[in-house]
């Protein structure tokens, strides 16, 4: 009697929950609940308790992964792996202490400036809306806007200044980040140069806890899903802010270096750039309707030409992700991990969509090729197959038996 093999039964899992009835499988799915709720609950928990390391963790991952494209080029050039870290590791760090000493005071002078004059451009605003509304009278349109205007305003104004309030203290806390978590900081870079070195070892040995047949599929589309993102989003973040920076100010905008940056950082979130936008040109409106007209079109001209010209080369197709579940990521990332959730949100959402496919893949292939084995053995077995007929004598013509 021919056995079945294991490949081609299903898993006891499956085969358990097809022999269920409907009234036990509600009952399993109620009591299973809770526990899920539960378990993400004391993870959400342990990673809270122990925030800063996995910050330190992931920002140092984040970092050496990115710089390793530069030390690879260097590496097809001649240098070593360790030359080409300490060169890349320290121009690296000499730009970011660039930046903090000339771009950072900049950023933070402009954002109090801003903070300080947001109640006058709030009367200017309102003001606007005073004449809109005194030109709807004079065509005679039944609308009346005063108390519309009147609550929007002081809505608009605590809600608004208490947004910038945050911009300008989160602003000051990167500032004094080094001063008051030195620490981190320090541990950070060590780390970062440390997995410039020993990355690959490292990877391996946590890459080595899946099955054989994981670690492969799991090492490559993680590192397609980080790496094609994160340096496609940089790009277009850096084209974005770099262009109008230099375009705000060529225009004479209030601020102009400070809304570039914002959309440019922005940018680096999926749908981040448009939020920015709009948020800027709202800001704007409130003081000129035709500054704000100015901002909107080329923020929108610069931002189309980026998405579909530099983004399609860089990125491609590189999350596949419908966008309501790219927004669905960012904001669970945001409830986890805050800015550095939104950050990895997507690429990990990307992530547990390609495993989830390479593991059905997977299990999935042995039973092909079982069964085209099959096919095969099958096929051998007709072709060896000798046939025995017996013929009465009489019926074989008398040539054929004298030849």
Avoid: C
């Amino acid at each position: 009697m021919p056995q079945i093999s294991e490949s081609t039964q299903k898993s006891w899992l499956a085969n358990w929950w097809a022999h269920l009835s409907l009234a036990s499988r509600s009952i399993t799915v109620a009591l299973a609940a809770p526990l899920l709720v539960l378990n993400v609950w004391a993870l959400s928990t342990i990673f809270s308790y122990f925030r800063s390391i996995f910050v330190t963790v992931v920002v140092a991952a984040l970092l050496a992964f990115l710089l390793n494209y530069p030390i690879t080029w260097l590496e097809r050039i001649g240098l070593k792996r360790t030359q080409s870290a300490i060169v890349v590791f320290l121009i690296a760090l000499l730009g970011l202490i660039t930046v903090g000493v000339t771009i950072l005071p900049l950023v933070i002078t402009q954002a109090q400036q801003l903070v300080a004059r947001l109640p006058e451009w709030f009367d200017s605003g309102k003001n606007q809306l005073l004449m809109l509304d005194r030109y709807i009278e004079e065509m005679g349109w039944p609308i009346n806007l005063d108390v519309l205007i009147s609550q929007a305003n002081d809505r608009l104004k605590s809600q608004i200044q208490s947004i910038a309030g945050e911009a300008v203290n989160l602003t000051l806390g990167v500032a004094f980040f080094t001063a008051n978590k030195l620490i981190d900081v320090i541990l950070t870079v060590v780390l970062t140069f440390y997995l410039l070195q020993h990355g690959d070892e490292v990877w391996s040995g946590l890459v080595s806890w899946l099955p054989n047949r994981f670690q492969s599929p799991f090492s490559q589309t993680l590192r397609r899903s980080f790496s094609s993102y994160f340096l496609g989003q940089l790009i277009v973040a850096t084209s974005m802010g770099a262009t109008l920076t230099i375009l705000f100010t060529i225009l004479k905008i209030p601020f102009g270096q400070l809304f570039g940056l914002t959309i440019g950082l922005a940018a680096i979130i999926p749908f981040g750039g448009t939020v920015g936008i709009i948020f800027v040109t709202f800001l704007l409106a409130l003081q000129k309707i035709s500054i704000a007209i100015k901002v909107l079109i080329a923020s929108v001209i610069v931002q189309q030409l980026v998405e579909n010209g530099i983004a399609p080369r860089v990125l491609g197709s590189v999350t596949g992700l419908n966008p309501f579940w790219v927004f669905i990521a960012i904001l669970t990332g945001a409830r986890i991990g805050g800015l550095l959730g939104v950050v990895v949100a997507v690429p990990s959402a990307v992530l547990i969509r390609e495993a989830l496919f390479v593991i059905r893949t997977v299990r999935q292939t042995p039973l092909a090729l079982e069964s085209d084995t099959t096919d095969d053995n099958d096929s051998t077995a007709s072709s060896n197959l000798t046939i025995q007929v017996d013929i009465p004598e009489s019926a074989i013509p008398e040539e054929s038996i004298n030849r």
